[in-house]
T-cell receptor, first 112, second 116 residues
Framework: QQQVKQSPQSLIVQKGGISIINCAYENTAFDYFPWYQQFPGKGPALLIAIRPDVSEKKEGRFTISFNKSAKQFSLHIMDSQPGDSATYFCAASMMNDYKLSFGAGTTVTVRA | GAVVSQHPSRVICKSGTSVKIECRSLDFQATTMFWYRQFPKQSLMLMATSNEGSKATYEQGVEKDKFLINHASLTLSTLTVTSAHPEDSSFYIC????????????FGPGTRLTVL
């Protein structure tokens, strides 16, 4: 049973466009929400993460929006580039064990 | 900083043999290491959590006698797949968590295991 639901499964965006990936969770004990980027045949790399005490965090072209009351968070990739083509995973963890619960993943394809 | 390595990156073995995969934190001390497996086009599935000097904790459904995990030092954990079968073929990825950033897991590059 997946504790973090992620959508869409895949998306195609034009170069320069905005990619938006959404995640939802049920367990209110989660208090850390990272996003990972994975290229084929490689391990995931931490992209950006947020704690529930802030509603938005921006790092370069990547922004996390967090809605605590709705138990939802999303990743926005601004000015998408072909090099951003990868699979993105949202995840959540909590302080008692720090285990990550991953979403199903979203494959992003950026067309030049 | 925060680099995690895995060795080997790829391994092919015959059915019935055992395979050992190493995971090392290169520039920090890992208080906890996690082992995941990932099937093609699927998400990461946590197999077990290991803390240095103590026995690993396995997730439900993961056979601890088949997937032996040793966390012998603060920079090294090993996963041994015993008596491997073709259904064990998968991408195995480790991650490590340090003392300073309690929540952050840094992932290794993964090991592709193919059992013939």
């Amino acid at each position: 049973q997946q504790q973090v639901k992620q959508s869409p499964q895949s998306l195609i965006v034009q170069k320069g466009g905005i990619s938006i990936i959404n995640c939802a969770y049920e367990n209110t004990a989660f208090d850390y929400f990272p996003w990972y980027q994975q290229f084929p045949g490689k391990g995931p790399a931490l992209l950006i993460a947020i704690r529930p005490d802030v509603s938005e965090k921006k790092e370069g072209r990547f922004t996390i929006s967090f809605n605590k009351s709705a138990k939802q968070f999303s990743l926005h990739i601004m000015d998408s580039q072909p090099g951003d083509s990868a699979t993105y995973f949202c995840a959540a963890s909590m302080m008692n064990d720090y285990k990550l619960s991953f979403g199903a993943g979203t494959t992003v394809t950026v067309r030049a | 900083g925060a680099v995690v390595s895995q060795h080997p990156s790829r391994v092919i073995c015959k059915s019935g043999t055992s395979v050992k995969i190493e995971c090392r934190s290169l520039d920090f001390q890992a208080t906890t290491m996690f082992w995941y497996r990932q099937f093609p086009k699927q998400s990461l599935m946590l197999m077990a959590t290991s803390n240095e000097g103590s026995k690993a904790t396995y997730e439900q459904g993961v056979e601890k006698d088949k997937f032996l995990i040793n966390h012998a030092s603060l920079t090294l954990s090993t996963l041994t797949v015993t008596s491997a079968h073709p259904e064990d073929s998968s991408f195995y990825i480790c991650s490590a968590r340090g003392r300073r950033e309690l929540y952050t897991q840094y992932f290794g590059p993964g090991t592709r295991l193919t059992v013939l």
